[in-house]
């Protein structure tokens, strides 16, 4: 919010980011939901993601699609976010 308001980050921006932060606070509530603790790397163990998956939503019945859906979106947050940062860094490494 503080960069947006700065102008740093238009409406869009922000609201993009602001999407990826709650992505990625929602899989660290679900985590937290199993081992009553703060958590933030995902599950390593193929059972565990499918577990995970499945409280974020992503129920099907084939879970290779499953798992490939969950992936898609979590790569899909992280690469526009990444995005985003280098873009911000670039416009102020031109303006220093």
Not at 76 to 93: I, M, S
Request: hydrophobic share 35%; aromatic share 6%.
């Amino acid at each position: 919010d503080a960069l947006r308001d700065a102008g740093l980050l238009d409406e869009t921006v922000h609201g993009e980011l602001r999407e990826s932060y709650d992505f990625r606070r929602t899989i660290e509530c679900r985590l937290r939901i199993v081992k009553n603790r703060p958590i933030s790397e995902l599950p390593t163990q193929p059972d565990e993601l499918v577990q995970l998956a499945r409280r974020l939503s992503y129920a099907t019945g084939d879970t290779s699609r499953m798992l490939a859906a969950f992936g898609e979106d979590l790569q899909k947050q992280a690469d526009r976010v990444r995005a985003h940062f280098l873009d911000v860094l670039g416009r102020a490494r031109d303006a220093s």
